[in-house]
């Protein structure tokens, strides 16, 4: 594969659907070796890039074999199949766990990545499908796929707010009996 610049990433959900599944990007056959030099060649990128360009990432190759996240056996979470998984350099958190789980799981039930789903809806759909379907908003990324956190805010006994950040866009709301942007 040749090392091209970085370019900006679409935000149209058909133009990212048809990169996602460009016959170019499918692999022929998939192993273990397969998922490690990805896993590498992925790294090696990551830190070709100019260090004030760059943020530290978790790189986490999971084979789509894996059972669906609502998979139990004896009441136990089966746990995915991660064939390589590593921090490109210091400064990861150990909240990345719980995001690549969250993008794995998209992956696994939509069958495209967060970016194209979180494309898909704008941000009042995502947060009116979670306020009129009455879930909490770890439902609502499992309706939507898209993770949102809230935090209630109140400004005086009368008035409360709503704090909504979508961790895979730059959506950050306020609902106050109607979306505030």
């Known amino acids: ?6 370019t900006q990433v679409s935000t149209d959900p ?5 990169h996602e599944t460009s016959p170019a990007l499918i692999f022929s056959t998939f192993t273990a070796t397969t998922a490690f030099n ?16 760059r943020k530290p990432a978790l790189i986490s190759i999971t084979l789509t074999t894996a059972p669906l996240p ?7 979470p089966v746990p995915p199949h991660v064939v390589f998984q590593c921090a490109t350099e210091p400064g990861t958190i150990p909240d990345n766990e719980v995001w690549v789980r969250r993008k794995r799981n998209t992956v ?3 069958g495209v990545s ?27 990324f499992r309706l939507v796929g898209v993770q949102l ?13 709503f704090g909504f950040d979508c961790h895979c866009c730059t959506y950050a709301l306020r609902w106050n009996n109607g979306l505030d942007y």
Request: net charge negative; aromatic share 6%.
């Open 1 to 6: 594969m040749e090392d091209r610049p970085l």
């Open 14 to 18: 058909i133009t990212l659907t048809a």
């Open 38 to 53: 990805l896993g590498l060649a992925l790294r090696d990128r990551i830190l070709s890039l100019p260090a004030t360009s």
């Open 70 to 76: 609502s998979s139990f056996t004896d009441n136990q």
């Open 108 to 110: 696994l039930r939509w």
């Open 114 to 140: 967060s970016t194209v789903q979180s494309a898909k809806f704008s941000r009042s759909e995502i947060l009116h499908r979670a306020l009129n379907a009455k879930m909490c908003f770890d439902d609502a």
């Open 149 to 161: 956190e809230y935090e209630k805010v109140r400004s005086s006994l009368a008035e409360e707010q």
